[in-house]
């Protein structure tokens, strides 16, 4: 049986999947409210996550939610305007920010049409996270993080052979390339996400059990493998954050092999 790292809650039913992970999620907003007095959250787009952020809207299990203290960033996003029915900051603003008192100016959405949209919203980090942008300055360190993947291993918009899987540096960065789905992308970057408290990774379907299992046995007998998978490199634990996988029973069939 293969294993992924971290820990992995796995469920047949989504909507059960779903309370497991609102339940993650209210856990560390309230923990990092109470600690910090605020939550920095990083959403993901696509149709996996959609329901999910409906649910938190509707679902009185997260009325209690301390919206007004949360900031919200967005994991990765495509170089179109948002009136583009592809921009992820549409589908998060419509499924759940417009609904759920957050305050205006703490929806961050990436800039996505200007010269260098990475650098920009990279500074708008900085100074929501009151850091000096200068060389060596901390990496910001956000409180929960939501990924997807791809079948082809990608999460947020790190695709195999990218050229922002080098990254060292640079919280946010511009990604485009051969295996990078068009448009071009905006994504947050290893040293950012791998510095979070806690990564979560929201994968559904049978679609995703080929690459869960590529994905284990990778990391079980030869160690990350970036360039070609790129989820491999997800590791905050290194940083004294958590991962955790969220499933559903198809997606994790390929790790019971």
């Known amino acids: 049986m293969l294993t992924l790292p971290g820990q992995a809650t796995i ?4 909507e059960d999947l779903f309370l497991e992970l609102g339940t993650a ?14 939550f920095h959250l990083a959403l993901s787009g696509g149709s996996t996550p959609e329901p999910f952020y409906m649910r938190l809207v509707v679902d009185p299990l997260y009325r209690a939610l301390p919206w007004q203290s ?9 170089r179109v305007p948002e009136s583009d029915p592809r921009s992820n900051m549409r589908m998060i603003r419509e499924s759940l920010a417009a609904h759920v008192p957050m305050p205006e100016n703490h929806v961050h959405a990436v800039p996505t049409q200007a ?13 929501v996270f009151g850091i000096a942008p200068v060389p060596g300055a901390p990496v910001p360190k956000l409180d929960f993080v939501l990924l997807g993947m791809g079948s082809d291993a990608h999460t947020a918009s790190l695709f195999p052979e990218s050229p922002a899987l ?14 990078v789905v068009p448009p071009a992308r905006i994504t947050m970057t290893y040293p950012l996400i791998n510095n979070a408290r806690r990564v979560v990774v ?14 284990a046995a990778q990391l079980s007998q ?7 998978l790129p989820i491999t490199g997800i590791a905050p634990g290194l940083q004294g ?15 019971n092999a």
């Open 11 to 14: 469920e047949a039913d989504h």
């Open 222 to 228: 030869s160690g990350p493998n970036i360039a070609e």
């Open 241 to 255: 954050g958590r991962l955790q996988w969220f499933l559903d029973t198809a997606a994790a069939a390929g790790l």
């Open 25 to 38: 999620l209210r856990q560390a907003a309230f923990d990092a409210v109470e600690a910090r007095g605020v």
């Open 115 to 127: 010269a260098d949209p990475a650098a920009e919203y990279e500074a708008e980090m900085a100074d």
């Open 70 to 78: 949360t900031h919200l960033w967005i994991v990765d996003e495509r």
């Open 202 to 215: 929201l994968a559904v379907g049978a679609g995703k059990a080929p690459t869960l299992a590529k994905i």
């Open 166 to 179: 080098a990254e060292k540096v640079r919280w946010i960065a511009n990604n485009d390339g051969p295996r």
